[in-house]
């Protein structure tokens, strides 16, 4: 939403789906936005993450929702997202890269299961090298980053891993060891992971410009340009990590391991979509004629980004120039990412744990929103303190004891049939327990008294619990 010129993103909640489809999708947007109130032809902008559910061309939720209630929507595929779809399925064309996310992700599994061969990993390293040890990460291809920082974890720990596994695979017989052991020591493993060192860098660059909230729009296409200028470089010129790897191969050896003895690169693409093609209410050429006149007004700036530019028509220049006010509103509304979303994913994830797996979906939305969007100086810690106080104290007294002592007496009693001579005796043995244990209530009973006992029958069983 736009708020002051600026465009927000506001965390409304996590919503149970009851299945994948387009169509549940689009219900449970409807709902959803008919629960906070909001119409859907208001409706400008639709980042997702590339998934067919959402941005098929015949039935996805996209198009769903601009055919029947957002006839100005805007369906924009995250951005990074789609570096990311590119790099993988670029990946995918070399069995040698394929091959090499296969084993890293393997490493990743093998310490991953095993607390001991991790320690032993780390004291091992540490012992090898002089830089501080580098946990192991796995090449998740729904995590952006994730790859570079497995590249980096392997290359710094690659001495200690074929250690570690080679002793793994000898005095414990582990045959995933032995299989891990061979391949770590193949001279195409090594080579591959110092050419992703070299490359990789200029694709963390490209992601995380594309990952800012306030994204220069301006800055996109030069980026793009220039980060597949020095992929090109890289097929001419040796990289700093592999002339690292040329100078150290002595007779087949490397860090004092002795090798077992290949390199594609990825191209990336982008396009752009016309904005004004979905918004009919707009008058192109009166746009435009305004436009001329507010660049000359805008150039006088003290920084002249996107976001400013737009700021400065929805607050200064909206009585003056509306239909390009109208345009900067619904134009940084449009997300180029899924960026937010993502958040929420890594936050749902960080309160959400396994020790908090009984969270209650309202709970965790509320601890979500206080996480995402509270801010300490807005805090009115005393009003929040007022509101504990008024809270009824859950603190059991002697009343509270004696009422429990009387239930759990009067279903002592039997029932109807009649039953066992030595149940009966185990029920009066209990009852006279009981009688021992709780005390009858205090003449003041709003005094409060510790928890002495909680009683529970179960099936003609009572059970006593200090």
């Not at 192109?284 to 737009?310: E, I, M, W, Y």
Request: with cysteine.
């Amino acid at each position: 939403m736009v708020n002051g010129g600026k465009a927000e993103a506001i965390f409304l909640g996590n919503y149970t789906i009851h299945g994948g489809t387009a169509n549940i999708i689009t219900a449970k947007i409807r709902e959803v936005m008919e629960e906070w109130g909001m119409p859907m032809n208001k409706i400008i902008g639709l980042g997702s993450d590339g998934a067919s559910v959402k941005t098929g061309i015949r039935s996805g939720v996209g198009v769903r929702l601009k055919t029947s209630d957002c006839p100005c929507l805007v369906h924009v595929r995250c951005i990074a997202h789609r570096v990311a779809l590119a790099s993988q399925d670029a990946a995918k064309l070399s069995k040698c890269i394929s091959d090499y996310r296969t084993t890293v992700n393997d490493v990743y599994k093998l310490y991953l299961y095993s607390a001991t061969r991790y320690d032993r990993l780390k004291e091992l390293s540490k012992v090898l090298d002089d830089t501080e040890f580098s946990s192991v990460k796995q090449p998740c291809t729904v995590r952006w980053l994730s790859l570079i920082r497995a590249v980096t974890s392997t290359r710094l720990n690659w001495s200690a891993l074929v250690i570690e596994i080679e002793e793994e695979a000898a005095q414990r017989k582990n045959t995933v060891a032995v299989n891990l052991a061979k391949k770590l020591k193949t001279f195409s493993f090594v080579a591959t992971t110092y050419m992703l060192s070299d490359v990789l860098p200029y694709m963390e660059k490209l992601v995380t410009v594309f990952l800012k909230d306030n994204l220069n729009l301006a800055m996109k296409q030069p980026m793009v340009e220039s980060t597949i200028g020095c992929l090109q470089t890289l097929l001419n010129e040796t990289g700093k990590y592999e002339i690292h790897l040329n100078e150290n191969v002595v007779d087949g050896e490397f860090c004092g391991v002795k090798l077992m003895y290949a390199d594609p690169r990825p191209v990336i693409g982008s396009d752009d979509n016309d904005v004004t093609a979905h918004l009919p209410v707009l008058d192109p050429d009166h746009c435009k004629r305004d436009f001329q006149q507010f660049r000359r007004a805008a150039a006088g700036l003290s920084t002249v980004t996107f976001a400013n530019t737009c700021q400065v028509l929805i607050n200064e220049y909206a009585d003056i120039f509306p239909d390009l006010s109208q345009l900067a509103t619904t134009a940084i509304t449009i997300l180029v990412s899924s960026v937010p979303a993502e958040r929420g994913f890594s936050v749902q994830n960080r309160i959400h744990t396994a020790s908090r797996i009984r969270l209650s979906q309202r709970r965790l939305n509320n601890l979500m929103i206080l996480n995402m969007h509270a801010v300490d100086d807005e805090m009115n810690y005393a009003r929040a303190r007022g509101i504990f106080h008024t809270k009824k104290e859950k603190i059991v007294t002697a009343c509270t004891l004696h009422r429990t002592k009387k239930k759990v007496l009067k279903e002592l009693k039997p029932g109807a049939g009649k039953l066992p001579e030595r149940m009966r005796k185990h029920r009066k043995r209990k009852k006279e327990e009981i009688e021992d244990e709780v005390p009858n209530p205090s003449p003041s009973p709003k005094k409060k008294l510790p928890v002495l006992a909680r009683f529970r029958c179960e099936r003609g069983k009572l059970r006593g619990i200090r």
